[in-house]
């Protein structure tokens, strides 16, 4: 069964740049897909970017150009650099993962999920 750890959350103030990771352990993971969701106060979890096991990558509207996924499976490793930061992108961040790796990304029901990191983005 794969665990996965995110790190990399803080307070940034607009304009900033953070890199979340999310770190897997418990199985060789690069047949799976791997996606980042968000989750605002007030607000439903949303998905902000995903990876599948052919690397292909799916951004929602609001970060792309601003975001970049990106796997270093000799690390079992995802990250996310997430750049030009403004205080609507302040949420949770969560990584899932799910082992339907070839499939369209964004689509997954992941079953495994972190405990989170938080973001909170100062204007």
């Known amino acids: 069964q794969v665990k996965l750890v995110e790190s990399g959350g803080g307070l940034v103030q607009a304009g900033g740049s953070l890199r979340l990771s999310c770190v897997a352990s418990g199985r060789t993971w690069t047949t799976f897909a791997v996606g980042w969701f968000r989750q605002a106060p007030g607000k439903e979890r949303e998905i902000v970017s995903c990876?599948?096991?052919?690397?292909?990558?799916y951004y929602v509207d609001s970060v792309k150009g601003r975001f970049a996924i990106s796997r270093a499976n000799a690390e079992n490793t995802v990250y996310l650099q997430m750049d030009s930061l403004k205080p609507e992108d302040t949420a949770v961040y969560y990584c899932a993962t799910d082992e339907r790796g070839g499939s369209a990304c964004e689509w997954i029901p992941y079953e495994t999920w972190g405990q989170g990191t938080r973001v909170t983005v100062s204007s």
């Open positions: 990876i599948n096991s052919a690397d292909a990558t």
